[in-house]
């Protein structure tokens, strides 16, 4: 079964969900590895897919991929077996087979910090910070691998002594960019290079959107930092959201197109990430143990909120869903110092996005 999968998996455009066609078909895996026609016809291969399958099989392929993964010291894992990784299961088209370099898969939670190649040093200072709260609070930090955004998360969880999944588009003996080979090495020292296309395959333009849903199945929470409105980073939120993870992003400024997407995504409902900090304290459920509180004047030291979340809250349990502008309005407040009070509450489970650019209480809705 196991050469089948690599065979599927190498010919392009197959995923997990056609086991469960293999079973409905009666189709046997060894039918497929010895290039069956009538087991290739069952599952639908055809046309270029089916001249690539066949000419793997006819060059034994499949013994020489297994012989040097064994020699670069990369682990083949294939869907099903116990180490693969079971937030996968949650895609609409899991991967049959993963490629793993490095030390191997961290367990325990993780969040995606994505973004895009040309950040601003702002950016790249965000997701560096980021990352290394998360490593410090033992949170794996799972990127793309790429320049700038991707980069920075990487090395500031390496920087920390984190665990770091770089989820890549080509073959996992390739280093792409190759601007982060020596990053790289630093990765598997630890974590992990991830992906799913056979050992030799070239970066190529399609491979990285697809690569994009294996960022977003592997977190639970992920944050776009700075991304334009077409961008790879806004895909991966967009697949996070229909996995069914959160999606939190970094505000930046209006002016600069460099965030058109990530701002956009808040418009839409994703979660403004306004305080690195309480962020990486709620993704680790050590909420006030990791970063100490800061005196809030006016409110005992046991009291939870400051009066300006107080304020949103109330406005928001007075008048029901809001915008960020008409919060602002009626709390006498500007709407940068509204979005980060409603990050914090978000984080407290205290607002939740309503609608496009709208908030609302959570009490009040009755959750």
């Known amino acids: 079964m196991k050469k089948g999968l690599l065979l599927l998996n190498a010919t392009g455009g197959f995923d997990a969900t056609v086991l ?4 409905d078909h009666g189709v046997y ?3 497929i590895v010895a290039g069956s026609g009538s087991a290739l016809d069952a599952l639908g291969v055809k046309g270029a897919p089916r001249e690539a399958l066949l000419e793997l099989v006819s060059s034994g392929w499949c013994d020489r991929e297994v012989d040097r993964c064994e020699k670069k010291g990369i682990q083949i894992i294939f869907f099903g077996e116990a180490c693969y990784p079971s937030m996968l299961n949650d895609l609409r088209d899991p991967p049959l087979v993963l490629y793993a ?3 191997g898969l961290p367990s325990g939670d993780a969040v995606a910090v994505v973004g895009t190649r040309k950040c601003t040093s702002y950016g790249s200072s965000c997701a560096y ?4 709260m998360l490593a410090g609070a033992g949170v794996t930090v799972v990127s793309g691998g790429a320049m700038g955004i991707d980069g ?3 090395r500031g969880s390496i920087d920390s002594g984190g665990r770091t999944v770089a989820v890549i588009g080509t073959g996992a003996d390739i280093f792409y960019p190759a601007q982060h080979a020596s990053l790289f090495g630093e ?3 630890e974590g992990v290079l991830l992906g ?4 030799g395959t070239p970066p190529r333009p399609w491979q990285f959107p697809r690569r994009n849903r294996l960022i977003a199945g592997l977190c639970s929470r992920c944050v776009v930092v700075e991304a334009p409105q077409k961008s790879g980073a806004v895909l991966t939120a967009r697949l996070a959201l229909e996995t069914g993870r959160e999606v939190w992003a970094v505000p930046g400024r209006i002016t600069d197109t460099v965030c058109r997407g990530s701002n956009a995504l ?4 994703a979660m403004p990430l306004v305080d690195l900090g309480e962020f990486a304290a709620l993704v680790s459920g050590r909420q006030g143990e990791l970063f100490p509180p800061i005196p809030r004047q006016g409110l005992s030291a046991n009291s939870p909120l400051t009066p300006e979340e107080a304020e949103v809250l109330r406005i928001l349990g007075d008048h029901g869903d809001m915008t960020v502008d008409n919060i602002a309005t009626e709390g006498k407040m500007s709407a940068a110092a509204v979005l980060r009070v409603l990050g914090v509450l978000s984080a407290y489970g205290l607002a939740v996005p309503s609608g496009p650019g709208r908030w609302g209480s959570r009490a009040a809705r009755g959750a």
């Open 196 to 199: 799913e296309f056979p050992l």
């Open 187 to 189: 990765i598997m020292e």
């Open 101 to 103: 370099r490095g030390k």
């Open 20 to 23: 469960e066609a293999a079973d």
């Open 29 to 31: 895996w060894e039918d």
């Open 152 to 154: 920075a998360a990487h």
């Open 266 to 269: 808040i418009s839409d409902g």
């Open 129 to 132: 910070d980021l990352a290394s």
